[in-house]
């Protein structure tokens, strides 16, 4: 028992067990954000000068999208990434929520957070979801883009629906949403061997 | 191929505004940015990715002005932990618990036995970024002063008040320590 008289500076030092030591050792030293906040990051570095802007690089590298070649447009990325902030931010999704039918564990998780963090995350990722629309409604000038941009919006709208599932686990009409895109997944096959729901972005 | 030096990619970024050799510097030191940042704020992280957006704009707002003396990894953690320890201030989660509460056995402490991260998160700010620095990310004593501006008994106190606390915490005794169990 260490003398509680002893001024704290003198006292001997806690020293690490090999077990504590090896334990420290082990914990993780990396890991990866959620992937919207490079874009974040980046967009307010160019509002404040301190990055130039995008279209001149993009331009420069791959230069003008010719007539009849068309890619995966620009904004499919920018809306699925949007909507990808909802599966990656918390580790919670509907997809696990209803493929795994780890209700019980989900909800506990929800309640685990304050309801201003969730809040918080919320507004965040509708934030994100706003900006993903604007592109999306911006680039509404091709008929061929059509159901890309449904894929797009129903992939936007689902990843919501899994955000304010956490904020308010019994909500009908987010319930009636995941319901009705439980249905479609089973229609289209697209649960994978763990009963997960697939999404691809 | 050899890899662009972090000094070299900072140079076109101060000189050009160049977005693809930031995004590789973000991209090589943000992981490992992040899971610091995240655990010296206790496991918040929407607070940690707005830490981490604040230290890259700060960062490059100052690139222009860094030496290159020390590593730049070292320099991007400097400016995270002073806006960690902001934070954590400005909430009022800056703390050091006083001796008498560490014999006090809280609700997770009741636990039988929890998670060695979960134990670091719950560790009052002041100790659990000592015990980061110092037991985690291998920073001496004097460094840890020099950057939290205090002296290094204040560091060696804060680390093992942070040890004490984690084994109680972790629910493990150490015969070396007579009063943890």
């Known amino acids: 028992m260490k003398d509680p008289d002893m001024p704290i500076d003198d006292r001997e030092p806690v020293e690490l067990t090999p077990e504590e030591r090896a334990a420290l050792d082990a914990l993780p030293r990396e890991r990866v954000p959620g992937r919207m906040l490079e874009e974040r990051t980046i967009n307010a570095l160019r509002d404040g000068g301190l990055l130039g802007s995008a279209a001149p690089a993009r331009q420069s590298v791959e230069g003008p999208a010719r007539k009849g070649e068309r890619g995966r447009p620009w904004w499919t990325a920018a809306a699925a990434m949007a909507a990808g902030i909802a599966l990656f931010a918390g580790g919670l999704s509907v997809g696990q929520m209803l493929g795994a039918r780890q209700t019980a564990d989900a909800f506990q998780t929800v309640f685990e957070e304050g309801d201003a963090r969730l809040a918080s995350r919320v507004q965040r990722a509708g934030s994100d979801y706003v900006t993903a629309l604007e592109a999306l409604a911006e680039a509404g000038d091709a008929a061929a883009d059509t159901g890309q941009a449904l894929e797009v919006a129903l992939t936007a709208l689902w990843a919501a629906a899994n955000e304010i599932v956490r904020l308010a686990p019994d909500d009908p009409l987010t319930a009636r949403i995941l319901q009705g895109f439980e249905a479609r997944a089973v229609d289209a096959g697209e649960y994978g061997p763990g009963g997960q729901l697939l999404v691809e972005f | ?181």
């Open chain 2, 1 to 181: 191929m050899a890899r662009t030096t972090d000094q070299a990619l900072a140079g076109r970024i101060v000189a050009a505004r160049d977005e693809s050799a930031f995004r590789e510097l973000y991209r090589r030191h943000t992981p490992r940015l992040y899971q610091f940042v995240l655990r010296v704020l206790g496991g918040d992280e929407l607070e940690a990715e707005d830490v981490l957006q604040d230290t890259w704009i700060r960062a490059t707002r100052n690139l222009a002005g860094f030496r290159w003396e020390s590593r730049f990894e070292t320099w991007l953690t400097g400016i995270g932990l002073n806006l960690c320890r902001n934070r954590l201030r400005a909430g009022g989660r800056w703390t050091d618990l006083p001796e008498e509460i560490l014999g006090t056995p809280g609700a997770a402490q009741r636990e039988s036995r929890i998670d060695l991260e979960r134990a670091i998160a719950l560790l009052p700010a002041g100790y659990r970024t000592v015990l980061v620095l110092h037991d985690i990310e291998g920073y001496r004593h004097a460094e840890i002063a020099e950057r939290l501006g205090v002296s290094e008994g204040t560091s060696k106190s804060q680390l093992w008040s942070a040890r004490r606390y984690l084994r109680r915490l972790l629910g493990s005794g150490h015969p070396a320590t007579g009063d943890v169990v």
